[in-house]
Structures are given as structure tokens and as C-alpha cells.
């Protein structure tokens, strides 16, 4: 079992930069693929970033490339979403999330995830 605790959403300027964690619990956390989804209002929910559970690939969502990275600290079993040069179109709740896989980061679509963080709102103002 494996249990998800995000943190760090806020309201920011456009422009501006938050940095997201997600707290995990369980002995296997290190062993899993970890990634970001978020869903905004009226909309699906959408892959936003992948990683290894080694933390030695990473994958994006063309929309975030370049702007946001993902990071993982195994010892902490913790892992985060560095956002900068947000834009109102990021505005969406998101969630951590974890399909288990042992393998490189890639795409992850939402019906492939096994546990859900509650998820942390992020807004963006224009």
C-alpha cells in the first residue's frame, strides 16, 4: 500500500514559480515510477511528468517542457514538481501519482495509475 500527501499549491502571479512535494509512505516508494497529473476545471485529467524510480530519466508533457522538472529524493521518500514561468493555463489541481513501474519515465495515462495523492490546487492569476 502506498499513500500519497501533496503539498506546496498556492496562488501565484504569472510569471512566478512554486515547488510542489509529494510525501509518500511504504518501503517500496523508491522502487516505483512517480509522476504528475493535474485536471482543471471542466477538463480531464492530463499527464504533466514522469520519473524513474531511480530518478535517472525523466519524461514531459510537451505544454510544461522546459518550464517545470521533476525530481525525486528517495531517502525522503518525497518527490517534486519545480514550476516557474507559470501561466494562468496551469491553474489545475494536481496530483501525485504512482503506476508502480519499474520502468524509464514516460507518458502515464490516468487509467495506468494505481495510487492517487487527494491533490493541491494551483492557481495562477493573469
Known amino acids: 500500500q502506498v499513500q500519497l500527501v501533496e503539498s506546496g499549491g498556492g496562488l501565484v502571479q504569472a510569471g512566478g514559480s512554486l515547488r510542489l512535494s509529494c510525501a509518500a509512505s511504504?518501503?517500496?516508494?523508491?522502487?516505483?515510477?512517480m509522476a504528475w497529473f493535474r485536471q482543471a476545471p471542466g477538463k480531464e485529467r492530463e499527464f504533466v511528468a514522469s520519473?524513474?524510480?531511480?530518478?535517472?530519466?525523466?519524461y514531459y508533457a510537451d505544454s510544461v517542457k522546459g518550464r517545470f522538472t521533476i525530481s525525486r529524493d528517495n531517502a525522503k521518500n518525497t518527490v517534486y514538481l519545480q514550476m516557474n514561468s507559470l501561466k494562468p493555463e496551469d491553474t489545475a489541481v494536481y496530483y501525485c501519482?504512482?503506476?508502480?513501474?519499474?520502468?524509464?519515465?514516460?507518458?502515464?495515462?490516468?487509467?495506468?495509475?494505481?495510487?492517487w495523492g487527494q491533490g493541491t490546487q494551483v492557481t495562477v492569476s493573469s
Open positions: 511504504g518501503r517500496t516508494f523508491s522502487s516505483y515510477r
Open positions: 501519482a504512482t503506476d508502480r513501474s519499474t520502468l524509464v519515465a514516460m507518458r502515464i495515462m490516468p487509467d495506468q495509475v494505481n495510487y
Open positions: 520519473i524513474s524510480w531511480r530518478g535517472s530519466s525523466t
